[in-house]
């Protein structure tokens, strides 16, 4: 377990650009743009005040030059690189820099450029290696999810399916409200989610993240600084990163109803908090909805269903935007689309809006903790990322 | 006012195949496209000496027997790195006679007509022997100081097996010669007494120019037509250079129009399933300005190299990345254009194009800063010896802009052993490297002071 920077750092300025097929924009012209959104929220803050950068991507571009070049900044840069927890990465250094006194002002910053590959989906320069690893998309590594669950829990296959439906439906919807940055920012109905073609076993292009360009980009101070920026900043509560032993994907007889490096880094991170009852102390969640189903085990190792019940809370809408504990307010990685290297910041960006009231027609009443989950990797073998976040400090 | 010819240009690339690498008794050369350049650079190549060629209006022809793409329109990627106005309308035409077709419309229309080719043949025949690479450009408009009028044109489409080629072959089938020369003879003559009829004069013509594959048909042809000048133009044109297919009758013109006095005429026909010509009329003498001297010696081996007809060892790598189609589409400015921008607050060039400034940090505060004919010289420069590069070894160099702006660029047609820091360079447009037989353009910068003229 790790030490909690709970009410240490503050994030102070935001920004965050529009997420979807940016055919005209470059992966250097989205770092300028959320960057200079992030600068500008701050009355006063230039950039020669920002200290120190850490910039994350996937496959966007290479070492900290990819964001001095396009930014023009002498300043110490990293590029980090987790999976699809790498937006999480960049703040949680950025963060860890400035709780130690090194920096006051850092910004975390991320981006990917995913529609300038050829190729609708995630691409990886994996290392060269023996091709013995069988060739598996992730929408099919994921459709394995919902038939293991209901098997493991005794639940009805079209109950299931009513589930993963609500769950892209609620995501569409909550995307709806937010036409200024999201890649799909219009409702879907149930029926049309039902009787899209599938692209892998029972999941169609609604039960998947989209396929987004995207930056978004944070600006991190020690708390006791950051009132002289804002009179609203977004406190740091606690933080776990977990990358597991990959061992789900190499153990006879495991069954994946559970993600056990999510739940590992949700016990870590809440305790930092001092959250103990998950389910009533988070306001709201963005969590990584890579896929329909991760979204719906998800509430389970987050603790914000039992085991085995989370198909029936969804479908109570206890996730919904009015909901007890709205999930994805913002639409999500399904709706608001996933440029990887900047969703989590994306996720952060919008308990922001939340905290500060500027979420829009999405508003929640009054949000006092958010959690932010991102995580990377596939069922059995992932790197899970959790950030909560407050208001206000204690 | 009327539509008449304007200017004109050629382009020679600057190596050459010597002929008496195949049998003692021949001589001359014949001109040889570089290993990275191709019927589109060459055409680019041609416009950009074209005084004037930004403000062409209207169309852009692009005639050529060897596109290096179907679907995909080659006279749009010669109208992007000429920086032609938006609204050109680009025209792509194949065959070996559309480079007297394009001249013909673009007579009729106005615009820039840009004949550009490369010819190979099968190892050791005569096809690869007398052929030829090149281009010539000619913009037709109005203007009160015209290089020339053209005073008739006309065709004689004749369906004839003389010389053909199936898509996806490297090589023309061609008939036995005798066959097609007396079959076209006929035809040239009744073609060049239309234009006589049209132009009212009974003189014979200054010159008389015939673009055929068989060089010497072409000669007996032309010499039938007694032109008062002789064929000195045909001749060195056929020895130093060859048959350039659809780009031959364009370099014929260029070059008679280089000498020709006020007044001369030139017969210019063109060959190949029938024949096209044209008669015009030289209004101003020309600038004798196209001398084509010796060209750099190629080997032969090479030469073949450098046409994909002997496959050399690869470097031992994984494949080059293929080109991304949006950064292409959004970089155009800079990859066809070489154009970066400068900053409109401090005037810092930046090369490619950046949106916030390296010296006064703003933002979007940018013109474009075109780096295509600046003057540049080298800053600092390297053998490379293991970047792949078809003339090893590459040089890597550091290229300053007069007016500012840096780039680190390729070099071509230069040899290590003969430049130096300081030394001024030209830029290039140039095809860099295949994958999947999809050819890649990019600029290179080539000495200024070493290349035949």
């Not at chain 1, 609203?232 to 990959?246: D, E, I, T, V």
């Not at chain 1, 590992?264 to 189903?293: K, L, W």
């Not at chain 2, 991304?324 to 254009?337: E, I, L, T, Y």
Request: proline share 5%; glycine share 10%; hydrophobic share 40%.
């Amino acid at each position: 377990m790790s030490k909690s920077l709970k009410d240490r750092i503050a994030v102070i300025g935001m920004g965050c650009t529009r997420f979807g097929e940016r055919w005209d924009r470059s992966a250097e012209d989205l770092m300028i743009d959320a960057a200079s959104d992030a600068i500008a929220s701050v009355p006063g803050l230039r950039k020669e005040d920002i200290e120190a950068y850490w910039v994350a991507t996937l496959a966007s571009g290479h070492s900290g030059l990819m964001l001095s070049r396009a930014l023009k900044v002498d300043r110490p840069v990293t590029r980090v690189e987790n999976f699809c927890a790498s937006g999480s990465e960049a703040f949680r250094n950025a963060a860890f820099a400035v709780a130690a006194g090194v920096y006051d002002v850092a910004m975390a910053v991320g981006v990917e450029k995913l529609k300038d590959s050829g190729y609708s989906g995630l691409t990886l320069n994996a290392p060269p290696g023996d091709n013995t690893s069988a060739e598996i998309s992730n929408p099919a590594a994921y459709a394995m999810l919902p038939d293991v669950y209901t098997e493991t829990f005794g639940v009805d296959k079209g109950d299931m399916r009513d589930a993963l439906t609500h769950i892209a439906w609620k995501n569409h919807s909550n995307g709806a409200l937010n036409p200024d940055r999201a890649q799909y920012a219009a409702p879907v109905s149930k029926e049309r989610i039902d009787s899209a073609p599938r692209v892998a076993g029972n999941l169609s292009v609604f039960d998947c993240s989209g396929v987004a360009d995207g930056g978004a980009a944070a600006i991190i101070v020690r708390a006791e600084d950051a009132k002289r920026y804002t009179d609203k900043p977004m406190y740091l509560k606690g933080m776990s990163l977990h990358a597991g032993r990959c061992d789900g994907v190499a153990t006879a007889g495991r069954h994946h109803v559970s993600f056990p490096e999510v739940v590992t880094c949700a016990a870590d991170a809440y305790a930092q908090a001092g959250i103990t009852n998950p389910r009533t102390e988070i306001s709201m969640a963005e969590v990584h909805d890579c896929f329909t189903p991760t979204e719906l085990l998800l509430m389970e190792d987050l603790g914000f269903s039992k085991r085995g019940e989370a198909w029936r809370d969804v479908l109570d809408g206890a996730f919904d935007l009015k909901g007890r504990l709205p999930v994805n307010p913002d639409g999500g990685l399904k709706s608001f689309g996933h440029p990887v290297g900047a969703s989590g910041l994306r996720m952060m960006f919008e308990l922001w809006l939340q905290f500060r009231g500027e979420a829009g027609a999405r508003q929640l009443p009054d949000p006092r903790i958010g959690l932010a989950h991102n995580m990377g990797g596939l069922p059995g073998e992932f790197v899970s990322f959790i950030g909560l976040f407050g208001k206000e400090l204690g | 006012m009327t539509i008449k010819l304007q200017a004109f240009s050629a382009f020679v690339p600057r190596h050459a195949l010597s002929r008496k690498a195949f049998a003692a008794g021949n001589s001359g050369q014949r001109a040889v496209a570089g290993y990275d350049e191709d019927v589109v650079t060459m055409a680019v190549e041609a416009v950009r000496r074209l005084p004037e060629a930004r403000n062409a209006q209207g169309r852009l022809y692009l005639a050529t027997s060897t596109p290096p793409f179907w679907d995909k329109s080659n006279a749009g990627l010669v109208h992007v790195a000429c920086g032609l106005g938006g609204n050109v309308q680009c025209i792509d035409l194949g065959g070996l006679r559309s480079g007297l077709s394009a001249l013909q419309l673009a007579s009729e229309t106005g615009g820039i007509a840009v004949l550009s080719d490369i010819r190979t043949g099968r190892p050791g025949s005569s096809e690869e022997l007398e052929g030829g690479d090149g281009a010539a450009a000619f913009l037709f408009g109005e203007g009160d100081n015209a290089v020339a009028e053209v005073i008739g044109s006309v065709s004689r489409p004749v369906e004839l097996m003389d010389v053909w080629r199936v898509p996806g072959s490297q090589w023309s089938y061609v008939w036995e010669e005798r066959f097609a020369s007396t079959v076209m003879a006929p035809v040239i003559a009744e073609a060049a007494e239309a234009l006589r009829a049209i132009s009212g004069s009974n003189a014979p013509p200054t010159y008389a120019l015939i673009s055929a594959l068989n060089g010497r048909f072409a000669l007996t042809a032309a010499t039938s037509l007694r032109p008062a000048r002789g064929l000195a133009v045909q001749k060195s044109h056929r020895s130093r250079i060859g048959f350039c297919g659809s780009a031959d009758p364009g370099l014929l013109l260029a070059f008679a129009l280089d000498e020709a006095k006020a007044g001369d005429t030139i017969l210019l026909v063109g060959t190949g399933s029938g024949a096209d010509a044209l008669m015009l009329r030289v209004l101003r003498d020309g600038a004798g300005v196209l001398k084509i001297g010796d060209g750099i010696d190629l080997g032969y081996v090479d030469y073949l190299s450098w046409r994909g007809l002997l496959e050399r060892e690869p470097a031992r790598r994984p494949d080059r990345p293929s080109v991304s189609a949006p950064a292409s589409f959004r970089n155009h400015d800079w990859k066809f254009g070489l154009r970066g921008s400068r900053c409109l607050e401090c005037g810092k060039v930046h090369l490619p194009p950046q949106r916030v400034c390296s010296s006064c940090d703003a933002i979007d505060r940018l013109e474009a800063y075109d780096a295509s004919g600046r003057a540049a010289h080298i800053a600092s420069f390297s053998t490379d010896l293991v970047s792949d590069s078809p003339a090893s070894p590459a040089i890597a160099a550091m290229i300053d802009f007069d007016g500012g702006g840096r780039v680190m660029m390729e070099l071509t047609e230069a040899d290590a052993k003969q430049i130096a820091v300081g030394d001024p360079v030209e830029l290039t447009f140039r095809r860099t490297y295949e994958v999947n037989n999809t050819p890649n353009y990019f600029w290179k910068a080539r000495p200024l002071n070493r290349i035949s003229t």
